[in-house]
């Protein structure tokens, strides 16, 4: 199955000079999106995941199939004023614009192996963020999984010290 | 397995008066959040549903992982500026403010079975919205699951001409 069938590219969206990979189509055909969702589930099972992070919100898209597929646990990383408990927070800048991330203090427990689960990776400034709150939180990234990377955006060296596998590469 | 033992109540989140029904801990529990999933994923099946619909965020949280389990699809509902193709867009009222809607208009295929999952029914509101989305796309809505029913807001009565199933009704 080539997934990159499903990918549409939509020019310019949502600012002008983005070509933006609208997943939509893949996730809608049902074949499609577990065979993608059960390579990211494969991919975290190598990596020994203790519990699966996602960033809002299409990082819940792809991250929560995974930790049901493997039976773990998914701990949602969320935009500010979301998480009802005590958060930390990280900003951070985004392909277009900026942002702000936050996680509950205790949803990770110490020494916890955790796989990072997104749908694309881009600049890189959303996983920064998430990394970093996941480590703030005492949890070891051991693995980050993307649908798609995009590769002449240089994200992957802004996290290279981390094991990273991407099912699509732009 | 009793997953209300999962779930915390936290007073006055987002807003005084709210009595917030905070889902993470069950879902950062890998055999409480395969449970549920699992649970919504057989009423799914027991609807027939052709494709599952779930709405912006945490309706991605529990949808998408009935939709994997499944080998269905999923389609987004999210708030406008998201969804880069032409949409169907719907304003409503929320337990806690307003707010906006959107679907892709070419998502759902006409006479599709679709079954919507969600993370809480409170006022109904958000799913009344996500109700008339899927039918301007010209879906049936033959069947909305939740993880959890807030009795007292009386939701069921503003979606009662469709089939509803709860997981835990509060």
């Known amino acids: ?17 983005i070509m ?11 074949a499609a999106f577990r065979y993608a969702t059960k ?11 203790d519990v699966i992070v996602g960033p809002d ?3 819940f898209i792809m991250g929560t199939p995974v ?3 493997l039976g773990l646990g998914f701990i949602p990383v969320r935009k500010p004023g979301k998480l009802p408990r005590e958060t930390h927070t990280e900003t951070y800048d985004l392909e277009y614009g900026e942002n702000a991330l936050s996680i509950h203090k205790d949803d990770i427990k110490t020494g916890q ?10 600049t890189g400034g959303t996983i920064e963020a998430t990394i ?35 099912l699509l590469v732009y």
């Open 1 to 17: 199955m080539n997934l990159k069938d499903y990918v549409k590219t939509i020019p310019d969206f949502p600012k002008e000079g």
């Open 20 to 30: 933006f990979k609208d997943i939509t189509p893949l996730i809608a055909n049902g």
């Open 39 to 49: 390579q990211l589930a494969d991919y975290a099972l190598e990596r020994d995941a």
């Open 57 to 59: 919100a299409r990082g």
């Open 67 to 69: 930790a049901t597929l």
């Open 113 to 122: 192996r955790v796989v990072i689960i997104d749908d694309l990776l881009a």
């Open 132 to 166: 970093k709150l996941v480590e703030k939180s005492g949890g070891n990234v051991v693995g980050i999984g993307f649908l798609i990377e995009l590769a002449s955006l240089k994200g992957r060296h802004r996290i290279r010290n981390y094991p990273i596998h991407s």
